[in-house]
């Protein structure tokens, strides 16, 4: 099993920056892959970007032009357990959300990074939202 446990997001301004971070424990192993997925009020939850943790490839929502640029998906190991971090600048209204961390025991395909289902384990979602 892994647990993922998220923190970090909260209430900002727009224009302002949020960095969430996920810290991974349990059963570890080298060939996963991490990434952010949210979901807004009324709206299924969708990908927002992931690392493979092996290599660190970065892989972004190509769904969401205004993603791109804003947000930096980054990863860590940190007293022997790894963390994957999203840093969200330039903060929008339509930003709000729960963001949640997920994990995947398979390390997917490069096409397949944003498929949610390739996702073996979830955090319990930290809510950002972002005041206009």
């Known amino acids: 099993q892994v647990q993922l446990v998220e923190s970090g997001g909260g209430l900002v301004q727009a224009g302002g920056s949020v960095r969430l971070s996920c810290v991974a424990s349990?059963?570890?192993?080298?060939?996963?892959?991490m990434g952010w997925f949210r979901q807004a009020p009324g709206k299924e939850r969708e990908f927002v970007a992931s690392?493979?943790?092996?290599?660190?490839?970065?892989?972004?929502?190509?769904?969401q032009d205004s993603v791109k640029g804003r947000f930096t998906i980054s990863r860590a190991r940190e007293n022997a357990k790894n963390t994957v971090y999203l840093r969200m600048n330039s903060l929008k209204p339509e930003d709000t959300a729960v963001y949640y961390c997920?994990?995947?025991?398979?390390?997917?395909?490069?096409?397949?990074?944003?498929?949610?289902?390739?996702?073996?384990?979830w955090g319990q979602g930290t809510q950002v939202t972002v005041s206009s």
């Open positions: 997920a994990a995947s025991s398979q390390s997917p395909p490069a096409q397949a990074m944003s498929q949610q289902h390739l996702y073996d384990y």
């Open positions: 690392t493979r943790w092996s290599s660190g490839s970065i892989y972004y929502s190509d769904y």
């Open positions: 349990g059963r570890t192993f080298s060939s996963y892959a």
